[in-house]
C-alpha cells in the first residue's frame, strides 16, 4: 500500500470519528437515570397547562401559593409529591428522532400538540409534555425540555 492510500484511510477514520463526537445526537441514558435533574426543593415556581387552562404555583416564604386562575393557598403535600415524581421520573422507553416517523410521529404519539405541560422552575427551567397514553395501562408517551427524543414514561 502506498503512503497515499495510508494518508487517506488516516484522513477518512479522523472523518468518521469527528462525525460520532460532534454529530447532534441526543446522549443514551442509562437505565435508571431520572429525565430531569433538579432539586425539588430548590424549585420556585410550576406552571401546569391543559387545553385552555392553565395553573400557576409560585414558592413564597417556603410556602406553595396558587397565583392562577384564582389566588390561594396550595396543597402543600400535593405539590411536593408532584415534584418528587418529575425528579424521579425514569423513562421505560425511548423513541429517538429517528424513529419518529409514519405511525410513530410527533402527531400520533399526541405530542405535536401535548394534552399537558408541565413546567418547572428550579435553577434553570424544565418542561417536561405529555402526549397519548402508551400501549400498556398507566404509561403516557412525553418530551423533555429541548430533547428531540419521545420517553415512555410512567403516567403518575
Known amino acids: 500500500m502506498s503512503w ?4 487517506l484511510l488516516v484522513v477518512l477514520a479522523g472523518l468518521a ?3 460520532l463526537l460532534f454529530a447532534q445526537r441526543s446522549r443514551t441514558r442509562s437505565a435508571g437515570e431520572p429525565l430531569l435533574s433538579f432539586n425539588p426543593e430548590s424549585t420556585k415556581a ?4 391543559e387545553g385552555a387552562g392553565r395553573v400557576d404555583l409560585v414558592k413564597t416564604n417556603e410556602i406553595w401559593r396558587i397565583e392562577t386562575p384564582v389566588k390561594d393557598r396550595a396543597n402543600q403535600d400535593a405539590v411536593r409529591a408532584l415534584l418528587g415524581k418529575a425528579a424521579g421520573m425514569e423513562p421505560l422507553d425511548q423513541l ?7 405511525n410513530v410521529s410527533l402527531e400520533a404519539l399526541g405530542l405535536k400538540q401535548p394534552r ?11 418542561t417536561i409534555a405529555f402526549g397519548a397514553d402508551g400501549a400498556a395501562p398507566g404509561q403516557v408517551y412525553a418530551r423533555v425540555d429541548s430533547d428531540r427524543s419521545v420517553y415512555l414514561v410512567s403516567a403518575e
Open 96 to 102: 429517538g428522532h429517528g424513529d419518529l416517523k409514519g
Open 116 to 126: 399537558k405541560i408541565v413546567t418547572i422552575a428550579a435553577p434553570g427551567n424544565h
Open 4 to 7: 497515499r492510500g495510508t494518508l
Open 46 to 49: 410550576i406552571s401546569i397547562e
Open 17 to 19: 470519528l469527528g462525525i
